[in-house]
């Protein structure tokens, strides 16, 4: 049998429009690819101390992930240096 896991949101907040949950290394994340996963029983007594927060089916959420793109992760100088590489690469 499988054990399910769970995802802890905090629901006090949003990023913008993007829920958040407990980050595998402390803080919170909208990326559940660094969400931290728990067992039922890890998460209840969590749940229990911090009632704001709201457990959510691993599988149920990972079935509705999508790609966003982060604009703390994109450099504007790399993205420069990328559209003038293909430029030059267009023109050759």
């Known amino acids: 049998m499988e054990i399910e ?3 802890l949101q905090d629901s006090r907040t949003y990023d913008g429009s993007l829920m958040l949950f407990w980050a595998i290394d402390g803080g919170y994340t909208s990326d559940l690819n660094k969400a ?7 998460a209840l007594s969590l749940q229990e101390r911090k009632k704001t927060d709201v457990l959510w ?6 079935k509705r992930m999508s790609s966003v793109i982060d604009i703390r992760e994109v450099i504007d100088e790399q993205a420069q240096e990328i559209k003038q590489t293909e430029q030059i690469t267009e023109a050759a």
């Open 5 to 7: 896991l769970y995802y």
């Open 57 to 62: 089916p691993k599988s149920y959420l990972d």
């Open 36 to 42: 931290r996963v728990f067992r039922i029983d890890q």
